[in-house]
């Protein structure tokens, strides 16, 4: 069976109206900077932060009217990127605000004038002179940025292949595939790789969506990246602990974190017991 044109013109209505028909509540205000010769800056916050650049993800500052982000990414980021560059990203959920310090909505706002809004809530304004005279700023504004989060029901994005279809899918980031999560290239090359699959015949499986829902091996692969921990834990790593327990628990704790068997770091699918 094929989706005749009335059928596809009605999913297609269906999914305008709830993903994409409330731009204000899709939208971010992104920003990159591109910073040549001013160390000082991302030095700056991996003091406040504690944390190697590259190690602390992305800070938000919930007191912003934008409740703008920002992430200093590690160097090199890209291939060939110079040394005396870094680089990094910042976005706002909230364009239509005035700024605290930079009395304008943010989509009104130049690079320059966000990059301000940010070392204000930093608390680097001293900085600003030599930071904006040696970083480009480009900015964008992303109408639809969220809308694959939109609330929705089950029946609001169809499966990679309807039932019964025999020579149409749907691939991308607005339909059905369980346990996988959106706004991530996998979700695009997974739904992209089963509807060739299947439609073509081909007894071949997609990569299968990384089983990190309360996975416990994914949670401490991730506590160590952030807290940049080399190797296994120790003690020190771990919370206070109750005197009144015994260091047995502590020892037996830390014997079933060390041994947990660790993701790849591209999951490609299940390993083999005898290919470890």
Known sequence: MSLTPIRYHFLSIRINEKFISDVDKTKWVSFFSTITDCPEFYDLIEKLSGRPIGTNGITSFPESNWD???LAYHSPYFPNQPENFQVGWGYGLWGERVGIFIKKPMCDCTGDEMLLELLYHLDMLDLKDKLLSHTYVSTCMMPYITSQFIPREIADRPKVIPDGCTNLAFIGQFVETPEDAVFTVETSCRTGMYAAYALSGVEKKSLEV??????????????????????????????????????????QLLTLINHLEPYPSLYPGKIPPNKK
Do not use: C, H, W
Not at 213 to 237: A, C, E, M, P, W
């Open 210 to 251: 990384a089983p990190t829902f309360y996975d416990l091996r994914y949670i401490i692969g991730q506590l160590k990246k952030v807290q940049n921990i080399k190797g296994n834990l120790t003690s020190k790593d771990l919370q206070k602990i109750n005197p009144l327990k015994s260091k047995e628990t502590e020892k």
């Open 68 to 70: 703008i982000s920002y």
